[in-house]
């Protein structure tokens, strides 16, 4: 995979569903929260966009319909969610530290992405504190 397409994303589309505001995605109840928890808790490495794992064109699913990434970006709505809530998602982590991506890389997502207090998170499952408003 191309690092330069996995970071190319730097806000979130407009119906992310961390996009603040209207337009989101609707997801079931606790699911935004789940991914944002997982996030946090290094369960899970990243969140990719949904633009990116559904192309039209079927790159990122094989003959018989199974999803395999190839051309896939971060999703910049969670990665802002994430630093907002006081941690980087382990691969935004990484891609810092390795110089791939700059520290600031999704600061511009985080005017346009929801805030943690908006969200029921399990803090305590993520040792982290809510952060101050």
Not at 29 to 46: A, F, P
Not at 96 to 121: N, V
């Amino acid at each position: 995979m191309d690092v330069n397409r996995q970071f190319g994303l730097r806000k979130p589309c407009s119906n992310c569903p961390f996009r603040s505001g209207s337009g989101s995605i609707e997801l079931q109840k606790g699911r935004r929260e789940g991914i944002i928890e997982d996030l946090l808790s290094g369960k899970t490495t990243t969140f990719p966009c949904h633009k990116t794992v559904y192309r039209e064109d079927g790159r990122n699913h094989d003959e018989d319909g199974n999803y395999t990434p190839n051309d896939v970006a971060h999703c910049p709505g969670a990665a802002a969610v994430c630093r907002k809530a006081g941690r980087d998602s382990v691969v935004v982590q990484i891609a810092s530290r390795m110089r791939f991506i700059d520290h600031d890389h999704y600061d511009a997502a985080k005017g346009e992405s929801m805030e943690p207090e908006d969200l029921d998170i399990d803090w305590e499952r993520v040792h982290l504190s809510p952060p101050k408003q």
